[in-house]
């Protein structure tokens, strides 16, 4: 679903671009459209700094996490919303999205509210001008629900197959 709507936003954006360079039609400047998309998009959209500082957090970030954009601002993203059991294991995917350019995770989140809450990451280095110090952009996905009727399931089957 997560890999869907990622695949949606760019395809959009590709199709934008391409469409009005096919009309010869001026484009807005490429941060104009960033931002829009940015601050549009369904999915909780973070870019935060090689030091895993927030420098930027969209309204499906606020809606999901409960934190304004002005409260999580500046803020360890990894001391901010994942709880300290989840703490090592994100700061390692966090790093391999520097060092690799890409990375992805599944792992527990918390809320302003101290709502539990299971997310899907997917995370992408930013690079300005060929370096790779720009930081990264993180989207987040509450797979909770559907987590939770996956465990259910299988607490189904094993007692099932305990019984039987």
């Known amino acids: 679903m997560l890999t869907v709507l990622l695949t949606f936003i760019v395809m959009t954006a590709v199709g934008i671009f391409f469409y009005a360079r096919h009309r010869k039609q001026s484009l807005p400047q490429p941060q104009d459209c960033y931002l829009g998309l940015f601050n549009d998009s369904p999915a909780a959209l973070m870019v935060i700094t090689p030091q895993r500082r927030i420098v930027e957090w969209n309204q499906a970030a606020e809606a999901m996490f409960g934190f304004s ?47 539990d809450l299971f997310c899907e990451w997917r995370n992408t280095r930013m690079t300005q001008n060929g370096t790779h110090k720009e930081g990264i952009i993180c989207m987040a996905q509450d797979i909770t629900a559907s987590q939770k009727a996956l465990d259910d399931l299988n607490k189904r089957s094993s007692a099932l197959e305990s019984a039987g």
């Open 69 to 115: 954009e002005s409260e999580a601002r500046g803020k360890d993203i990894v001391s901010l919303i994942v709880p300290p059991s989840d703490r090592i294991h994100v700061v390692s995917i966090l790093t391999k999205a520097l060092r690799e350019g890409k990375s992805s995770s599944k792992n527990y989140n918390v809320t302003k509210f101290k709502e």
